[in-house]
């Protein structure tokens, strides 16, 4: 009889635990196996944090000028030489000031490469109604001496990820806001890497000598990339 009544105690007690077992699993909440959101597109963060920075207005720019007097110091005979040396290589080139650019154009960007014995580069970007582009110019001379003759002039489109990934890499800089030049502006050989800009009426410009890392320096070398031109960032030129 003892034996009987412990053998009844089990069986309840294993059915108890059963039913609670039982209903745990039932009131639990169920397993998340919904599939992530797709991500959504995000355009580049606004530049309103660092425009209208140093720029100026193109208004009140000499329109015959690449370089408007007093862009890169204070006194036009601390730039005369500079002016001119960049500006020797853009009429080469057959480009036109950038504070000229129509009005169509709503913003617009210009890398000058100058490499001291290397082709002079030029990769300018723009965006308008019409979508965004990038024209490739390069000169058969070399960047410290002479221009020589055009030998590249390409055009093409640019898709909204290529011009994104510009804006994103500019507004790292805070472009507008970098000074024209530096305290490391120049030196022997190297390269002089100038970065202009236009947008909404104003105008600016950075020239940097041989900048050897920097959010600067990885915009210009993204335009590079655009440029299609085979010029790999991680050769020993690439100043």
């Given amino acids: 009889m003892k034996r009987l009544t412990f053998r009844l105690v089990i069986s309840i007690i294993t059915f108890a635990l059963g039913v609670v077992a039982t209903t745990f699993h039932l009131t639990r909440p169920a397993p998340d196996v919904s599939l992530p959101c797709a991500a959504k597109y995000e355009p580049p963060p606004p530049l309103d944090a660092c425009f209208p920075g140093y720029s100026k207005e193109v208004s009140s720019l000499p329109a015959t000028s690449y370089f408007p007097t007093g862009a890169f110091y204070p006194k036009p005979e601390h730039e005369k030489f500079i002016v001119e040396w960049y500006s020797k290589h853009l009429k080469a080139m057959g480009e036109m000031p950038l504070s000229t650019q129509p009005d169509s154009v709503a913003e617009s960007y210009r890398f000058l490469w100058l ?49 994104d ?20 502006f120049e030196g022997n050989d190297g390269a002089q890497w100038i970065l202009e800009g236009r947008k909404e009426g104003r105008y600016h410009v950075v020239d940097r000598w041989s900048p050897a890392s920097g959010d600067f320096r990885e915009a210009s070398l993204y335009l590079l990339r655009l440029s299609n031109l085979g010029i790999d960032p991680s050769d020993k030129y690439v100043y």
């Fill in 115 to 163: 490499r001291s014995f290397h082709h002079p580069v030029a990769v300018r970007v723009w965006r308008s109604s019409d979508g965004q582009f990038v024209n490739v110019k390069q000169l058969s001379g070399a960047g410290g001496y002479e221009p020589g003759e055009l030998s590249t002039n390409e055009t093409r489109p640019l898709t909204n990820d290529e011009w």
């Fill in 165 to 184: 990934g510009f804006i994103r890499l500019l507004n790292q800089t805070c472009y507008w806001r970098l000074p024209a030049t530096d305290d490391n």
